[in-house]
């Protein structure tokens, strides 16, 4: 029977309106209210063939994941994200969108962890296994199957290749943020393959509790799920003799004012709105709590719907998970776009920046530019901070409109930043002091910061002396800039080498988060800012 479009949903909805209550019938008469959620399909798999242990019995290490009978789970009862969006459309198209749906397809992030696992020194013939501390996170189900084993002893099923999807998540529990990289306990083994929608629709609070509403399992809503990945410890079982912290968002977090005020990670960034909502933080509102899977995030470029020759989904690693079933091209697109819209947002909510200037000594103009982290509850920038990273672009000109001083200056045709520019990174070196810009987290030695991340709440205030050219004519028009921008260029070299496309030639562009411009004034007013950056009245 072809049942017209506009009814379809209608018919199916009917249908399995019918199904729940038949089998609501069936499971009352037999003396069953619901099925027990613990209970096993298949065999655990407990003994895979050829699986490498060389971190001892722990099937998760250098990672921090755990089962609860310490066994890798069932990859055969894994279920894709697909079966999801039978019921929970809208949240699977949202989640399609974000980067936790291609967390393991990223070419830059795919090509990373294989330059790791195949190039860096610390590989030392076990870099599959060691490169399970990268994919507890990115690759999770890979990671708790055991597909992440440097001789193939698993199916790879779409469910796998999914990254952080709807079942990670929902079945994680006892979250040990502190720890990093996967530390939490996955459930995944005691739920029923392919539960039929009857059976879940004729039990719908006993499928709530199963898969971890928030309302039933607090700690869905709250931060330690997130950081629980959102930290970053490389141990001592891939390098070195001590551990090195790489990512501290979560602990960012835990020192700011944020958690007095009951402010979570998931409360800005799974808001409907995630710049409006954090706009209202700073006005110090507390806006309804909504709830969106776009898990947006500071990734502008994986977002971006609009960079040329489908760019974007070579990026993500191809085509999204249940194309052409449950939607076409069209929308996707559409909904990426939305997603980008509001990753550009979140960036532009968090950051403000104030410049003020004077005339100095003779021949001299002195610029003092305010970098304020107004409404990030983490530092700014965080995150894998040897690729992220934050700087700022000061320009003067003077009443003629001719450029004096450019410090910070991007080149759009090199993918280069001014080298003079005060930047917000974390600088990583090898043991011959070599600067890494290409991820190689195995080889990291040593790490400084030109300039501390800034934290939540915080401010910093950056000083410039600028000579000015003899007879440039008065007054001087001052720009400030605060730029992102996702990773370096050499972060493109991995993806080349590594077999998975050349995009050498696509230049990663920044993203301008706040701005501010003024004109030289007198000496007495830019004492004013100079007290207020030291907490004088």
């Known amino acids: 029977m072809n049942v017209p479009g506009r009814y379809r949903n209608l018919h199916s909805g009917w249908r399995r309106l019918i199904v729940a209550v038949f089998l609501t019938l069936v499971l009352v008469g037999m003396g069953y209210a619901f099925l027990p959620a613990d209970r096993d399909i298949g065999v655990v798999t407990e003994n895979l063939p050829f699986y490498s242990l060389p971190f001892g019995k722990n099937p998760f290490a250098p990672g921090e994941w755990k089962t609860p009978d310490g066994t890798l789970v069932n990859w055969r009862g894994v279920p894709s994200a697909r079966n999801c969006a039978e019921c929970h459309r809208q949240e699977f198209m949202e989640w399609n969108t974000s980067l936790h749906a291609v967390s393991d397809l990223d070419s830059i992030y795919d090509a990373s962890v294989r330059r790791n696992a195949g190039r860096a020194h610390a590989a030392a013939g076990i870099g599959d296994q060691k490169g399970r501390w990268c994919e507890s996170c990115h690759n999770p189900l890979g990671t708790l199957t055991g597909a992440v084993n440097p001789i193939i002893a698993v199916q790879e099923t779409e469910a796998i290749e999914e990254g952080v999807s709807c079942i990670v998540c929902h079945t994680a529990t006892h979250p040990e943020p502190l720890a990093g990289n996967g530390a939490l306990t996955s459930r995944i083994n005691g739920y029923f393959r392919h539960l039929h929608e009857g059976l879940i629709m004729a039990a719908p609070s006993r499928h709530a509790r199963d898969m971890q509403a928030r309302r039933v399992s607090p700690h869905m809503g709250e931060s330690g799920l997130c950081g629980a990945c959102h930290t970053e410890i490389r141990p001592t079982e891939v390098n070195g003799q001590h551990r090195m912290d790489f990512q501290t968002t979560f602990e960012e977090w835990r020192k700011s004012d944020f958690p007095a005020k009951g402010v979570h990670c998931q409360d800005c960034h799974m808001a409907r709105d995630p710049g409006a909502y954090i706009t209202a933080l700073k006005r110090g ?199 992102y921008r996702i990773a370096f260029q050499e972060i493109l070299d991995n993806v080349k080498e590594e077999g998975l496309g050349d995009h050498t030639d696509v230049i990663i562009p920044p993203l301008l988060m706040a701005t501010s411009e003024t004109v030289s004034m007198p000496a007495a007013r830019l004492a004013v800012l100079t007290d207020r950056s030291e907490g004088r009245p």
């Open 285 to 483: 509102e507390r806006p309804p709590r909504g709830v969106s899977h776009r898990l947006v995030g500071g990734n502008y470029l994986l977002t971006n719907p609009h960079l040329p020759d489908d760019l974007v989904i070579a990026l993500r690693g191809g085509p999204p998970t249940g194309i052409n079933r449950f939607f076409d091209r069209d929308e996707y697109m559409r909904m990426l776009d939305i997603t980008h819209q509001q990753v550009e947002g979140l960036l532009k909510s968090a950051a403000e920046v104030e410049v003020e200037s004077r005339m100095g000594k003779p021949g001299t103009l002195k610029i003092r530019v305010r970098v304020s982290n107004t409404g990030a509850g983490h530092a700014l920038p965080t995150g894998p901070l040897d690729q992220r990273h934050m700087w700022l672009e000061v320009k003067v000109l003077d009443s003629a409109g001719e450029t004096v001083f450019h410090s910070g200056a991007f080149d759009t045709e090199t993918g280069r930043t001014d080298a003079s520019a005060v930047m917000w990174v974390k600088r990583m070196e090898d043991k011959d002091g070599r600067l890494d810009l290409r991820h190689t987290l195995f080889d990291v030695e040593r790490l400084n910061y030109p300039r501390r991340p800034i934290p939540a709440g915080g401010s910093q205030l950056v000083n410039y002396d600028v000579p000015l050219p003899a007879g440039s004519p008065e007054p001087y028009r001052v720009q400030a800039r605060l730029w």
